[in-house]
C-alpha cells in the first residue's frame, strides 16, 4: 500500500521522480505537502498575481487572434497566437509555423507552457510547448501538440477516468505549481492526482476532539483539498490544516527535547558558602542591578536542580549578561565542575578571556604563588592557537585543572577532552543551533548532561523564542546598569561632503577630549580577485569602501595626527588581540575594523562609532555595533554614513535604526526583511526550508495553541509510541536526519 514515507518512483517514472528531486521532493508526503503557489479559477478568474519574468508557467485559455507575421531583418516567418485565459491576453510565437499553424486557430482552447518574458508590458511566450484541448464532444482519441503537451494533457485524461474526477481543464480550480524547466506545473499535478487515486485514507495526528475543537478538517482531507479544491473555502480549509500540522512537527520536537531534558541527570550545583562566587560577589566595584540578582536567583535554582538546565538569557547589549554568566560559572566550580564560554569570535572569546581574568585577579591564578585560596584557573581555547601552547590548556582542560574555558567553536573540536563539565555558556550565538548545543551535551561526566546556557542581547521575537529556541526556558534581563548613557544615531549621507568632513572633524573632537572611535566598514579589501571584480563592474556610487581604504584615507586625512589601527578577520590572531589590547589600554585612539567588534567587544572609553556604507548591515546588526559606545560614563555617538537614496528601503532601515533604541521593535524589522529560513536555522538546516504553509512572523497564535497541544502530548508519551501518526508527521515535515537526533537522546 502506498504511504507517505514511499520514495516517488514506486509510482512514478523517473524523469518525474528527477524533476522531483530537483525541487527537494523525495517522498510522496513532500510532494503532497508541496503546495501549489496559486490557483487558476477557470470562468471568473479573479485577479491574479502578475507573473514573473523568466518564470515557467502555464495558460489554459482560447486562441484571440493568430497571426503569420513576416520578418523584418531575416528571411522567413513566424507565427503569433494571442491567448485569452479570460484574464489577460498572453502571446505566444513559434518560429517554425507551417506545421502547427493549422491547428491553432482562433477560438480553439489550448494550453501552453513556458518561459515568460515581457515586451512592452505584454507576457509573452516563446516557442511555448502547447496543446489543442479537444472539445468535450469533439473525438478524445488524439491530441494535437507538442510532444511534452500532448503527453501531459493525455495522462491527465487517463488520470481523470481513473478517480472519475473532471478532467483538469474542465476542473473549476487548477493548482499552479512551482515549477522549473526540468518539471512543469502540469507533471507535478499529474503526479500528485497519480499519488491521490492510490493512497489510502491517511491516520491523523490531532485525535477528534482536538480537531475538531480548532475547527480543523482531517489531515486526509488536507492533503487531497490542497491539490483538488472544488471551492475557495476548500483552500482556506487545507492551508489552515497542513499549517497547523507544521506548527505541531516543529513543537513536538521541541517538546520532546525540552520533557527530555528534564528527565536527563546533570550535576546538581547548589551555592556554596564562601566559594569563588562570593568572594567575586564581595570584590565586584559595583552592586548587581536588580535585573542581574534576579537572573542569577533564576540560574541558581535551576542549577540546584537534579536535571540540566536549558536556558536562553535575553537582555538588551550592556545589560551586564557577561558578569551573571560569570558568577554562575562560579558557583558550578564551586561545586568542583568545569565550564566552558563559548563566543562566536576569536576577538570576543579573547576579550571575554581577558575580562573575566582581570575581574577573578588572584581568584583565577591557580597554580601561581599569588593565587588566592580556592583559585581556580581560566583557559582560552581558539581555533588559531599554536600547538604548543594550545597542549598546555588541554592538559589543563583533560586534568580538571581549568575551571572555565573560554574559546570558539575549536571547543566543539573533538579532541577536546574535559575532565568533568558542568555547564556551558553560550554568549551571543544566534545561529549555534540546537544541534552544536546536542555535540557539548554528550561531553558531560559519567552520563551527566551539562547545563546549558545560552546568551543573546539580539533580541527574539515570540514566534522565533517559541520555535528555534522553544526547546529552551527564558530569562530576561531588562534593566541596564545605572549610568549608562544614552547612544543618539544619526543618518549621514556620503554623497555630501560638507558632512563627512564634520563626522571626521567630530571624531577629532572626541579624541581631543580622551575618548576613542570605531570606525566600521562593510569589507576588508586588501583586493583579491574578488575585489577586483567587483570595482571593475559596480556603480562607482555604490561602491563600498573597504577597511584598508578607509584607514589610509584616515591616516593621510584629517585625523592622521591621531593613533589609528586597522582590525579584521583575516588578521593572524595575535595580531587582532595586540590591536584590541592597545585599544583597551587608550594606547590606540580609532579602531577601523569589519563587523568583527560586532558583538560583546566592551571599551568602556570608546564613545563614538562611525558605520561607512551602514546599509549594507543588517538592522541587528546595527544594533549590535552601536552598542559598543555609551558603556561608560560618556554619552555614546552613532553616525550611520550610506549612499543609499533618500527614498529607498535601506534609507527606511537606517532611519529606523537611528529613530529607535529599542531592540525588540528593531529585531521585528529586521525578521521582515530576513528570510525566515534563516531565522529557524539550525531546526532546518542544510539550506532546505520544510515549512511551506507556517510563517514565523504571522502564525504567532498558530504556534503558541500547536505549543501548548505538544506539550500535552509529549509529557504524557515522551516517545510517541502511542501517537505515531503524530511521530510520522514529524518525520515527514522536518527532514529524517533533524529528527534522528531526537533518538539519541
Ligand atoms: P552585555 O550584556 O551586552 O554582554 P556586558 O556583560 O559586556 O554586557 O556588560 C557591559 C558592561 O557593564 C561591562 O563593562 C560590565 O563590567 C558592566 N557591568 C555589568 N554589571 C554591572 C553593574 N551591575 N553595574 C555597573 N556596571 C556593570
Ligand atoms: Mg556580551
Known amino acids: 500500500m502506498l504511504s507517505l514515507q514511499d520514495s516517488p518512483d514506486v509510482l512514478l517514472d523517473k524523469k518525474t521522480t528527477e524533476g522531483l528531486a530537483s525541487l527537494n521532493i523525495t517522498t510522496i508526503g513532500e510532494l503532497l505537502r508541496h503546495p501549489p503557489r496559486r490557483y487558476v479559477r477557470q470562468g471568473h478568474l479573479d485577479q491574479r498575481e502578475r507573473l514573473e519574468a523568466g518564470e515557467w508557467t502555464t495558460v489554459v485559455g482560447t486562441i484571440a487572434s493568430s497571426q503569420l507575421i513576416s520578418m523584418k531583418r531575416k528571411h522567413g516567418q513566424f507565427l503569433k497566437v494571442v491567448v485569452d485565459d479570460g484574464h489577460q491576453r498572453i502571446e505566444a510565437t513559434f518560429f517554425n509555423p507551417r506545421a502547427i499553424r493549422r491547428a491553432l486557430q482562433p477560438g480553439a482552447r ?86 491521490l487515486v492510490r493512497l489510502p485514507p491517511q491516520p491523523d495526528a490531532l485525535d477528534e476532539r482536538s480537531r475538531l475543537s480548532r475547527g480543523l478538517i482531517t489531515a486526509d482531507e488536507a492533503l487531497r483539498k490542497i491539490h483538488l479544491p472544488d471551492t475557495e473555502d476548500d483552500i482556506v480549509a487545507a492551508r489552515e490544516r497542513l499549517k497547523f500540522d ?28 564562601d566559594g569563588l562566587e562570593a568572594k567575586l560577589l564581595r570584590r565586584l566595584p559595583f552592586e548587581l542591578t536588580a535585573g542581574q540578582q534576579e537572573v542569577v536567583a533564576e540560574i541558581g535554582e535551576d542549577l540546584a536542580g537534579e536535571s540540566p538546565m536549558s536556558r536562553l538569557l535575553q ?73 604548543k601552547g594550545k597542549r598546555q590548556t588541554l592538559l589543563d582542560v583533560v586534568t580538571g585543572e581549568a575551571g572555565i574555558i573560554i574559546g570558539t567553536h575549536a571547543l566543539l573540536e573533538e579532541n577536546v577532552t574535559f575532565f568533568d563539565l558542568g555547564m556551558v555558556v553560550v554568549d551571543e550565538q544566534h545561529r549555534f543551533g540546537v544541534e552544536q548545543r546536542d555535540i557539548l551535551r554528550g561531553r558531560g561526566k559519567d552520563g551527566a548532561q551539562p547545563h546549558f546556557l545560552v546568551m543573546t542581547a539580539t533580541p527574539i521575537p515570540r514566534t522565533v523564542a517559541m520555535t528555534a529556541f522553544g526547546d529552551l526556558d527564558t530569562s530576561t534581563l531588562r ?137 549594507r548591515f543588517g538592522v541587528s546588526q546595527l544594533h549590535q555595533l552601536r552598542g559598543r559606545v555609551g558603556r561608560g560614563g560618556h554619552a555614546g555617538l552613532c553616525l550611520l554614513m550610506t549612499k543609499a537614496n533618500p527614498v529607498s528601503q535601506s534609507m527606511e532601515r537606517l532611519t529606523a535604526v537611528a529613530g ?11 525578521l521582515q526583511q530576513r528570510r525566515e529560513g534563516d531565522v529557524l536555522g539550525s531546526l532546518q538546516s542544510g539550506g532546505k526550508s520544510s515549512l511551506h504553509f507556517l510563517s514565523l512572523l504571522d502564525d504567532a497564535d498558530v504556534i503558541a495553541d500547536a505549543r501548548e497541544l505538544a506539550e500535552e502530548i509529549v509529557s504524557a508519551d515522551l516517545s510517541l509510541a502511542d501517537h505515531r501518526p503524530l511521530a510520522e508527521l514529524v518525520d515527514g515535515i522536518l527532514a529524517p536526519q533533524k529528527v534522528a537526533y531526537l533518538d539519541k537522546s
Not at 516543529?250 to 546533570?266: C, N, P
Request: one cysteine or more; aromatic letters at 4%.
Open 246 to 273: 507544521e506548527a505541531l512537527a516543529i513543537q513536538t520536537v521541541l517538546a520532546r527535547r525540552r520533557i527530555g531534558g528534564h528527565r536527563e541527570r546533570a550535576a546538581s550545583c547548589p551555592p556554596v558558602a
Open 479 to 615: 534593566e541596564l546598569p545605572r549610568g549608562r548613557q544614552p547612544i543618539s544615531t544619526t543618518v549621514v549621507p556620503m554623497g555630501n561632503g560638507k558632512w563627512v568632513d564634520r563626522v571626521w572633524a567630530r571624531a577629532a573632537e572626541e579624541i581631543g577630549s580622551g575618548r576613542q572611535v570605531y570606525v566600521v566598514c562593510s569589507r576588508i579589501g586588501d583586493d583579491g580577485p574578488e575585489d577586483e571584480l567587483r570595482k571593475a563592474d559596480d556603480d562607482p556610487a555604490l561602491r563600498t569602501t573597504s577597511v584598508s581604504e578607509m584607514f589610509e584615507e584616515l591616516s593621510n586625512g584629517p585625523l592622521g595626527g591621531h593613533s589609528i589601527e586597522m582590525l579584521h578577520g583575516r588578521m593572524p590572531a595575535d595580531e587582532k588581540n595586540l590591536v584590541m589590547d592597545r585599544f583597551g589600554a587608550g594606547d590606540v585612539d580609532i579602531v577601523v575594523s569589519t563587523t568583527v567588534i560586532e558583538v560583546g567587544v566592551d571599551v568602556p572609553n570608546a564613545t563614538m562609532m562611525v558605520i561607512v556604507d551602514a546599509d
Open 110 to 195: 489550448v494550453m501552453m507552457a513556458g518561459k515568460v518574458k515581457y515586451f512592452r508590458e505584454q507576457v509573452q511566450l516563446s516557442h511555448p510547448q502547447w496543446a489543442v484541448i479537444p472539445d468535450g464532444d469533439a473525438d478524445t482519441g488524439k491530441v494535437i501538440g507538442s510532444a511534452m503537451a500532448t503527453e501531459m494533457y493525455t495522462a491527465d485524461n487517463e488520470l481523470s477516468e481513473q478517480d472519475q474526477e473532471a478532467p483538469a481543464f474542465d476542473r473549476p480550480i487548477i493548482p499552479m505549481y512551482p515549477a522549473s524547466s526540468d518539471i512543469q506545473t502540469w507533471t507535478i499535478w499529474n503526479a500528485v492526482r497519480r499519488v
Open 315 to 387: 537582555g538588551e547589549v550592556g545589560s551586564g549578561k557577561t558578569l551573571v554568566s560569570l558568577l554562575t560559572m562560579l558557583r558550578v566550580v564551586d561545586n568542583g565542575h568545569q565550564c566552558v564560554l563559548m563566543a562566536p569570535t576569536e576577538v570576543l572569546a579573547a576579550q571575554h578571556y581577558r575580562t573575566i581574568r582581570s575581574m577573578l585577579g588572584d581568584l583565577a591564578e591557580a597554580g601561581e604563588l599569588t593565587a588566592a585560596e580556592g583559585a581556580t584557573k581560566i583557559a582560552l581555547l581558539t581555533g588559531s592557537m599554536r600547538t
Open 660 to 670: 529607535s533604541g529599542d531592540g525588540f521593535e528593531l529585531a521585528r524589522i529586521d
